[in-house]
């Protein structure tokens, strides 16, 4: 079953598999992607948004092959998405706050779950892994407290690393 198979820490591999080919392939890759329109990037993440919600939807309703479908369908969207995105022209504002998001992506992937396991220790004294208000609450509070971490890290601890580093260039 899906919970078997993607709740483990192994059920990452295939998504960073699938951005470390990215990475390494990027050159002969974007030779496919020649559109440079901030638009197709756009309108890929709705797509894949659109997608996302049927497959949920397929979840919800125990549909177990269309959520198959959806589930991997969606690796290949955000995939052509990215890809996309490095060929766009987008204005400046757009990059500053591309920049700002990319400076706390790395902290919130690092702290998001240790921090929401931590929440949901703290107020309900266990893990709370399924759908209920209980979920939402840690949601809602973890994504608070790991961007209020995140926001330290950055700030007292890479931004200071940084300037040390480009001091000892």
């Known amino acids: 079953p899906y919970r078997d198979r993607y709740s483990s820490v192994i059920a990452g591999s295939l ?18 992607f020649k559109c440079t329109s901030i638009y197709l990037p756009v309108a890929l993440f709705f797509v894949t948004f659109l997608n ?25 969207l955000n995939t052509v998405t990215i890809l996309s995105l490095l060929q ?10 591309d920049s700002t998001i990319g400076d706390y992506s790395y902290p919130l992937y690092l702290v998001h ?25 840690v ?13 330290f890290s950055i700030r007292f601890i890479d931004k200071p690393i940084e300037k040390l580093r480009k001091k000892l260039k």
């Open 15 to 32: 998504g960073f598999s699938i951005g470390a080919i990215m990475y390494h392939y990027k050159s002969r890759l974007l030779k496919y």
């Open 139 to 151: 949601a809602f509070l973890g994504l608070i407290t790991t961007c209020f971490l995140s926001y």
């Open 88 to 97: 766009a022209k987008a204005p400046s504002k757009i990059k500053s706050l």
């Open 52 to 76: 996302m919600l049927c497959g949920a939807l397929c979840h919800y309703f125990d549909f177990d092959n269309a959520f198959y479908f959806f589930f991997y369908s969606n690796y290949f």
């Open 113 to 137: 779950w240790p921090l929401g396991l931590i929440v949901s220790m703290v107020l309900f004294g266990r893990p709370i892994n399924e759908f209920s208000l209980a979920s939402v609450i």
